[in-house]
């Protein structure tokens, strides 16, 4: 007896190559666009032992995890990483980022996290690029957590190597990425003699072997159930429209934001810096993040949970990523949230007006014009 989810079909390479067709369409990109079969963590690493070498000189802006594990990679490669690490909670200011290209004329690639998802920071994406492109570095972004959320313009700004996490904003698997490749860095990885071949952390390999091919033979052992799951991903949000998805982010971050503040609590991050996928809040003197979590997820799950790395003493995080950014699901985390409080220490705000404050956010920001 077959079972559809242990014996699927296998995926002929024209399916892969159309889906491919479809990420980039999504994207508005005229990059190579590729699907590696893993996790976007490894085309991340990827990527940075690609660019990064001995000779090479790289601005890493570190505003949370990911952009510290980028700045690891790249040096592990041999790069002579010079870093920017902003205050917590907060952006990497671009003149921050102008000063040290200035200082270091020799900075050939410049890396950096559009949206930390751990911290809920949002970089200013389409400045820093800007100064990276004027300064003629290679641009490696990772917009695994923001692309579906926020406006991402990879063309537009000058990215050169860019990731992407289905299973993020757009709601789709975990166990495949979205890579999106310029000529540019493609030229710099193949001129690099350490850049990684023949082995999972190659992006030339993937080049090689499917790029620049006639795309009849799938490198690796393709993923169907996958690849099926992306392309049900792309189509929800391609019917969706792209743009009300990313409306439904800011609605959600805004209820989230004003129902927590109804409550007493602050956000971690402020307004100008703070992204739509997560919102993190300090946690009230004398209370415990995972008491409070495990509080809330007493009488039920929601999207809440505690602080990631150095954030897990101080913060929870209120996840509206993906299928999450609802407002019904704001609303129900705002409930145990508040509910929570209200058992572990007397409640600042009230929770009837924190939960109208979030429906009052939620519609203000719906009835803007999408763009």
Known sequence: MT?????PPPIDPARLARLEVAVASLLETRLDVFLPQSEAVLPLEAAARGLGRVGVAVLNLVTGPYGA????????AGASVFEIHAPPGRAVEPDAVAQALAAHPEISVVSFVHVEAASGVRNDASALNALARAHGAVVLLDVVASFGAHKVDID??????????PQKALAGPAGISIA?????????????????????????DWKQQWVDSDKTTIPGTPSPLEIAALE???????????????QRHRASAAASRAGA???????????????????????????????????AHADRQVALSSGFGDLASTVVRVDHTGQRARLDIVLDTLDALGAALARLSPLRGSLREALDAAEQAWSAEESRPLS
Not at 3 to 7: A, M, S, T, Y
Not at 69 to 76: K, N, Y
Not at 156 to 165: C, E, M, N
Request: aromatic content about 4%; hydrophobic content about 45%; proline content about 6%.
């Open 156 to 165: 537009d700004w000058g990215v050169d190597l860019a990731v992407i996490g």
């Open 180 to 204: 999106a490749v310029s000529g540019r860095a493609w030229s710099a990885m193949s001129d690099n003699p350490g850049a990684p071949r023949d082995s999972l952390l190659s992006l030339l």
């Open 261 to 295: 503040r109804s409550l007493g609590l602050v956000p971690f991050v402020n307004d100008a810096d703070a992204a739509v996928v997560a919102t993190t809040l300090k946690v009230p003197t004398g209370i415990g993040p995972r008491s409070l979590v495990e509080t």
């Open 69 to 76: 594990a980028i700045g690891r990679w790249l040096r592990q």
């Open 3 to 7: 079972n559809p989810l242990l014996d």
């Open 232 to 246: 049900a991903a792309v189509d929800r949000v391609v019917s969706e429209g792209l743009q009300r998805v990313q």
